[in-house]
C-alpha cells in the first residue's frame, strides 16, 4: 500500500533531535511563552525575511488575528479566493468582515488578479491572499491592486513555508502573514501550532497582546485579547524541523519532478514557471473522472486525497453568504482535483509507481 501520507514515518527521522528538545523543556519547567517559543519565532523570522515572528495557537488564529492587528473595522469587506480552505473564510466572519470570494485561475488555482479590480468596493479594506498547494500567488499585480487601492495584504501561508514568489519568500508581502504549522503541512509540528510574520513593529505588537488575553504585563491588560499561545513543547518540535525545512521542501520538489515527468498529457498538472517556487504541500492533477480515478487508484494500493471535495460557498455554514454568487471556475476545481502522494517520507519508486498507474488508468 502507498499511503497518502503516513505521519508516523515523516516524522520518525526527527526523534532523537524531538526527544533532546522536550527534555530541554521538561527540564527547565516552563511550559508557556519561555525560551524554545522565543527561540523558534526569531529563528522562522530568519527563514522567511521579516522582522518579526509570533507564534500562536493555529493557522486559525494566525489569521484572525492577523485581520484584528491590522483594526480592519467590523463590515469592512475582504477580498479572498474561492478556492482555499475554509479557515481563510472563517477568519474573515469571526472579525465580523464581509468575506467576498475572488475565482480562481484556472491554470494555476490561485486568485485570479485579473478579477480582483472589479470586486473592490468602497467598504473594501483588505486582500487575502492563498498560495494554494504550495504554489505562490501571482504577487506583482495583486500588489498593485493592493497598492493602488490603500488596501491590506494578508497571506494565508498555511501551505507555502518555503515558497518563493521571483525569489521572494511567501510571507515577505504582507502586512501581515499566516502561518499553519498543522501536522500535514511541509512545516508541520506535533499538534496544532501557527504563527503571524510581519515587518511592522506595531503589528507585532499588537498580536503579541492579543494572543495573550491583550496583556504585554501580567495581569494589565491593555486590550480584550484571546489565549492564542504556541506552546514551548510544539515550538521546540518545530526548530528542530525547520533546520531541515528546505531538505523536506527539495525532496517534496524532487518527487514533484517524477510526477511532472512521467504522467502523461490526459493529467491536468500542475503549471510550472520559474518566478514560481512551488514547495508542493500538494500535488494535484485535475481530470474529468476523478472519481473513477481514485478509485482505480484505490484498487492498486495507491491512497489519494481530495482537497478540496466541497467548495466553501457550498458549504452548509458559509451558504448563507454566498447566495445567489455561482463560482463556476472554483467548482470546476472541486469536483476534478485529486492530490497525489507526495511527503518527506515518499520515495522516487513510490511516485514512479503511482505514475505507472495513473497513466494505466483505462479510457
Ligand atoms: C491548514 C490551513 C489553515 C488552517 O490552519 P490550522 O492550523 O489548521 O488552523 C488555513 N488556511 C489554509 C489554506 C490551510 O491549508
Redesign the pocket.
Known sequence: MIEYENLHASNKVFLTDYVKSFEETLNRGWFILGKSVERFEEEFADYVGTRHCIGVA??????ILSIKALHIPEGSEILIPAN?????IL?ALHCRCVPVLVEPDRDTCNIDPTRLEDLVSPHTRAVIV???YGKPCDMDPIMAVVNKNNLFLIE?C??SHGARYKGTMTGMFGHAS?F???P??NLGALG???AIVTNDPLVAEEVRKLRNYGSSKKYLNDVVGYNSRLDEVQAGFLSVKLKRLEEINSHKRALANVYHKALNARFRKPVVHPDFRDVY?IFNVRHPRRDALREYLLRHDIKTEI?YPVPPHRQKALEQYFRGKEFPVSDEIHSTTLSLPISFAHSTEDITRVAEVMNSFPE
Request: net charge negative; proline share 0%; no cysteine.
Open positions: 493555529s493557522g486559525l488564529d494566525a489569521l482555499t480552505y475554509v479557515a481563510t477568519a492563498v498560495h494554494l494565508d498555511a501551505q499566516a499553519s504549522f498543522y500535514t503541512k496544532d501550532a501557527g504541500h482537497h
